[in-house]
């Protein structure tokens, strides 16, 4: 069974720096990795989708990569704003179409 | 394009009573998706329809727990009796089926049971 790990559990940076979330995956067999930003009390909202062919995807400020042998993906957020501070979950996506979350980092920015 | 709707978005139940959400997916999306998600928890899938089949119901505490997809489309789940653990954020997910296409979720119900 897929287990997804996220670290740090909690993070928190002044306004302006640039951050490195971490998730790693133990069945390196899927199909894409997708990161979603989380606000209090509020659904998930899809930050980026990296297909499993792929080695990284760009929005904006936000950087995700994806080495499969290593069973790693990583969300770069570059100059960070308060408005980041939120709880960001990255989801393995198996074959059965399937997420599997890990249990998020929660970002604090200060200004 | 409207987003996945759900409803409501609140409840509040005493232990042993019975409670339903509701989930409209975005029009087109075949594969719906139920999840769970514990207070500083990730979500953990409930159940997976494909268009109004169960694909994936696991992890679906079937003792108590019970979805539905009628005409595969709206989706229901229904908890009775409730109890004091399933108290957590339901969620609802769609998408189009394929695994080249990413998920939009709801913005989900959350319940607390008492």
């Known amino acids: 069974k897929q287990e997804v790990t996220q670290i740090p559990a909690a993070l928190s940076v002044p306004e302006g720096e640039n951050l490195v979330l971490n998730c790693s995956f133990t069945?390196?067999?899927?199909?894409?990795l997708q990161w979603f930003r989380q606000d209090p009390g509020k659904g998930l909202t899809s930050l980026l989708l990296?297909?499993?062919?792929?080695r990284e995807q760009t929005s904006g400020r936000l950087n995700a990569s994806l080495d499969k042998s290593s069973g790693r993906s990583t969300l770069y957020i570059a100059a960070s704003q308060p408005g980041d501070s939120a709880t960001y979950l990255c989801?393995?996506?198996?074959?059965?179409?399937?997420?599997?979350f890990g249990t998020g980092t929660r970002l604090t920015v200060i200004p | 394009e409207a987003g996945v709707a759900q409803s409501p978005r609140y409840k509040i139940i005493e232990k042993r009573q019975s409670v339903a959400f509701w989930c409209n997916p975005i029009?087109?999306?075949?594969?719906l998706y139920w999840y769970q998600q514990i207070l500083g928890q990730g979500p953990k899938l409930l159940i997976q329809?494909?268009?109004?089949?169960?694909?994936?119901d696991s992890q679906l505490p079937k003792d108590r727990f019970s979805a539905e997809r009628l005409k595969g489309v709206d989706s229901t789940l229904k908890i009775q009796p409730a109890k004091l653990e399933d108290s957590a954020v339901y969620l609802c997910?769609?998408?189009?089926?394929?695994?080249?296409?990413?998920?939009?979720f709801g913005s989900g119900t959350r319940l607390t049971v008492v």
């Open positions: 997910a769609s998408s189009f089926g394929s695994l080249n296409y990413g998920y939009t």
């Open positions: 069945d390196s067999a899927i199909y894409n």
């Open positions: 990296i297909q499993s062919s792929q």
């Open positions: 989801a393995a996506v198996t074959g059965a179409n399937n997420l599997f």
């Open positions: 029009s087109g999306h075949a594969t």
């Open positions: 329809f494909q268009n109004n089949g169960v694909v994936d």
